[in-house]
């Protein structure tokens, strides 16, 4: 069946043929005749939320009603949109009300309802990722000169990329600019040299970070052929605009931790740990680097406590004195895979001092299903080591687990008052259940 832009191949794949309009809009109509495909009920006219999926990425989507609800629309959000311009860069070499478009977007059905994945195909030659497509010239890309002042302006005119945020994800190319501005001072965001390692803090100022927009370009940026260029703003202010070339660098890690955002509410914040390409080092695997002295940052002053205490994983200076005390080994179960092991708070972060979120004694390293079972109070530790296990778990669920018996190598002084706190939540939420 074919209708308009689209054409359904069967009952599980459907193609769409894009054109100008949808990397201006983010957004495609939906012919009536294809409302099956996509589950949409005409006669309800409600909003829909599905998610599509591209190579092991998820992208909310919704299919709205437009025109005084007559026709339906699909929009989505600007990572999408990177994706879609990243996978198409001869989009802009398309005239406005150009119909003859060969750039597509394949949708699938998957056995889960509302979510489809998405692909691309374009039968016209691509532009080689490095140039940017113009009306008549092509202009190549031919590096930048470390310790050079760029102006931020001419960068956007000749490469693209937005002009505002942090990270510039340049859709054209295989460009992608981080910019930061060490001198203003830290808030909600923590950017800083650790050896041969910068900490990048990740996008987003209010709530929980996510792997969106430009933190999903970071994340997936060898994935899509993407290279990392670092400029950082010049601390004389009469260059304001001009920014200083550092070097091309790529993501080795994340490091995640707790901090407030601008509302003064706690979340979940992560940094990307970023190496040149230039240095040696980068030949270091992630254990070489989260255990290298040179590498392992300082503890934090009392300027960086509000914007960055670091907990569970990551280089951080808490997890790395967590590793050194228990010899980057579970401390229950001698699990020594440094990768997945967490750093956890014995008396909970949230409702720890400063100098306890910071404190070794409140810190115990453990496999992640000992963690979860820790962080609910579903497990706790007498101050002899020995495990004490919830209640609120049957008999079936502690057989699964296989945790009866199990108990720390070693508990050390300055861990037994934390351990005190853990055990009063521990049988708080016990008897709130019996």
């Not at 803090?201 to 970070?209: P, Q």
């Not at 601008?262 to 254990?287: W, Y």
């Not at 300055?414 to 055990?423: E, K, N």
């Amino acid at each position: 069946m074919e209708q308009y832009s689209w054409n359904q191949l069967n009952e599980t794949k459907i193609i769409k043929t894009i054109d100008y309009s949808v990397f201006k809009g983010r957004s495609s109509g939906i012919p009536q005749a294809f409302y099956d495909f996509f589950d949409i009920n005409p006669e309800e006219k409600n909003d829909k939320y599905i998610t599509l999926l591209n190579s092991g990425n998820e992208f909310d989507a919704v299919i709205k009603w437009k025109r005084i609800k007559t026709t339906a629309s699909m929009f989505w959000g600007e990572e999408l949109s990177e994706l879609i311009k990243h996978n198409f860069p001869n989009w802009k070499t398309l005239n406005p009300h150009d119909k003859s478009s060969q750039m597509k977007l394949i949708f699938s059905k998957t056995k889960k309802s509302d979510v489809f994945r998405v692909s691309f195909k374009d039968v016209l030659p691509k532009v080689s990722l490095g140039e940017t497509s113009g009306d008549a010239n092509t202009q190549k890309f031919d590096g930048f000169e470390k310790d050079k002042f760029y102006k931020r302006s001419e960068l956007h005119d000749m490469y693209g990329g937005n002009r505002q945020r942090g990270i510039s994800n340049c859709a054209d190319n295989n460009l992608l600019f981080i910019f930061t501005n060490p001198h203003k001072g830290q808030d909600v965001y923590v950017d800083k040299w650790a050896g041969d390692s910068f900490f990048y803090s990740g996008e987003g100022r209010l709530g929980d970070m996510t792997f969106t927009g430009g933190n999903l370009s970071i994340k997936n940026h060898e994935a899509n052929g993407k290279e990392i260029h670092l400029f950082e703003a010049d601390k004389n202010t009469k260059n304001r605009g001009y920014w200083r070339y550092v070097d091309q660098v790529r993501l080795v890690d994340v490091n995640y931790y707790r901090n407030l955002d601008d509302n003064g509410n706690e979340r979940q914040s992560f940094q990307f740990v970023l190496v040149s390409v230039s240095n040696a080092k980068i030949s270091h695997s992630l254990d070489d680097i989260a255990t290298d002295e040179a590498d392992t940052p300082s503890k934090p002053n009392e300027t960086e406590r509000r914007g960055l205490v670091t907990s569970r994983v990551g280089q951080g200076y808490y997890r790395n004195q967590i590793l050194s005390r228990w010899g980057s080994k579970c401390a229950v179960t001698g699990l020594s895979i440094t990768t997945v092991l967490i750093a956890s708070h014995i008396h909970p972060w949230k409702d720890a001092t400063d100098e306890e979120r910071l404190d070794v004694g409140n810190g115990i390293l453990l496999s992640p299903n000992l963690d979860a079972l820790f962080d609910k109070h579903l497990i706790s530790f007498e101050d002899n080591g020995s495990i004490l296990i919830s209640e609120l778990l049957n008999e079936s669920e502690r057989n699964v687990l296989g945790i009866a018996g199990l108990s720390l190598s070693m508990v050390y002084d300055d861990m037994t008052q934390y351990l005190a706190l853990h055990r009063g939540i521990f049988y708080e939420k016990q008897n709130l259940r019996a």
